[in-house]
């Protein structure tokens, strides 16, 4: 498999911490998205949005597009070690937390919005500071909300094995401590949560600061 | 079934249409969005994140949330019809089409985020507009640059059966004909499909424009 991502991309963290937890080695494409690569020629074959993670299946075919898609196809075609739980309430009350990132906080917080808040509305960047640490903190509250009062939760965000909520609550985690210095006081389940992800070669190696980009940015 | 929603909320159309789809009857119970109701204390018992929608199971216990995690859940639970190809495959790329809708252009334009940027950033009626218009418009572009192009587009999104992704498409649709009076002209076969599944008592039926909340506004 080929990965199309950037080391800066919070989706691209998703897959790969997922593909290391299934123990799936990829090749992987550095797509700068600093540099706007994404919209070239090139990789708009790849995928036609002009945004990462792309994955490319060793069968060929079109590449797998949208983490949260590849999170579940990686999922059905190699369940172990599992990611979602097995009954259909408790793989509902996953995949909602793991949607409370995906589709809530990290959409507000991409290069394309980013950039939008800069040329088309002017916006200091102060202001777009203020955006992206207000967003990335709403949904770690939410996930909060729920984390801190439900019988499901444990050592993980369900349970007291990894599934693909603490993937997602992981890359907001990243979003705010790492990216837009977010005051994560107010989510301690959230952060104890992460922290416990940490302590996983998978979270910690994927981690965006620890690739070579990181470095050389 | 009881299932927490608002007449004009996207999330809450798509679970309608795929309930319809699936032949489940729900009691309907609408928080006013327009009101604020969702930040009332007896719905944060519902839903902590104060959203629509949430699915309250006859068996009780926590109510579901996340509109996408709630159409898995119903799928999962009541296969036929299935909303799902049966190939991981193509369930990546129905996944992958729905999630441009859920994940991208959608959470964009949800109340919070417009009374963030008329509130917080002072941003004119007109500027609001122009960006609801623009990203419902972009996840349109987004998918039509999917399925103009990809042999798996057939009468709907994903061959000749409706898929989640048409759901997601169509509340996109929705939002840009509808709400933000967005310029379609450059996503034609989106507007195909969605013009299809309006051909459908599940999709019409479901039409926010269609519901008694509407007629009173």
Same mark, same amino acid.
């Given at each position: 498999m080929k990965l +199309? ?11 790969? #911490?997922?593909? !290391? ?10 797509i700068?998205?600093?540099k706007?690569?994404? &919209? ?5 074959? #790849?995928n ?10 060793? $069968? ?6 949208q983490? *949260? ?6 999922? $059905?075609t ?11 309430r408790?793989?509902?009350? #996953? ?7 995906? !589709? ?7 290069p394309r919005i ?10 200091? %960047? %102060?202001?777009?500071?203020q ?11 939410? *996930?909060?909300?729920h984390l ?7 050592? +993980?965000a ?9 993937? @997602?609550?992981?890359?907001? @985690?990243?979003?705010a401590?790492?990216y ?13 949560? +992460?922290?416990? @992800? *940490? ?5 910690k190696?994927? &981690?965006? *600061? &620890?690739?070579?980009?990181?470095? !050389? &940015?």
């Open positions: +199309y991502g950037f080391w800066r991309s919070l989706a691209t963290y998703r897959v790969k #911490v997922a593909l !290391a937890l299934k123990g799936i080695r990829v090749d992987e494409v550095s700068d998205l600093l706007g690569k994404q &919209h070239e020629q090139d990789y708009l074959k #790849v036609p949005q002009a945004v990462v993670p792309a994955l490319v299946l060793d $069968e060929g075919g079109p590449p797998l597009f983490s *949260m898609a590849i999170l579940e196809y990686l999922e $059905e190699k369940p172990q070690p599992p990611l979602l739980p097995k009954d259909p408790g793989r509902a009350r #996953v995949r909602g937390l793991a949607l409370i990132g995906v !589709a809530d906080g990290h959409p507000l917080v991409v980013r950039s939008f808040l800069e040329k088309e509305f002017q916006l200091s %960047e %102060e202001k777009r500071n955006w992206l640490a207000h967003w990335t903190l709403k949904s770690l509250e939410a *996930m909060e909300s801190k009062n439900e019988k499901e939760t444990g050592r +993980y369900h349970g007291d094995t990894v599934t693909l909520a603490d993937i @997602c609550l992981a890359g907001q @985690c990243v979003a401590t790492a837009f210095k977010a005051d994560v006081a107010g989510v301690p389940t959230v952060m104890r949560i +992460y922290n416990e @992800c *940490m302590k996983l070669d998978a979270f190696d994927a &981690h965006p *600061m &620890h690739q070579p980009g990181a470095q !050389a &940015h």
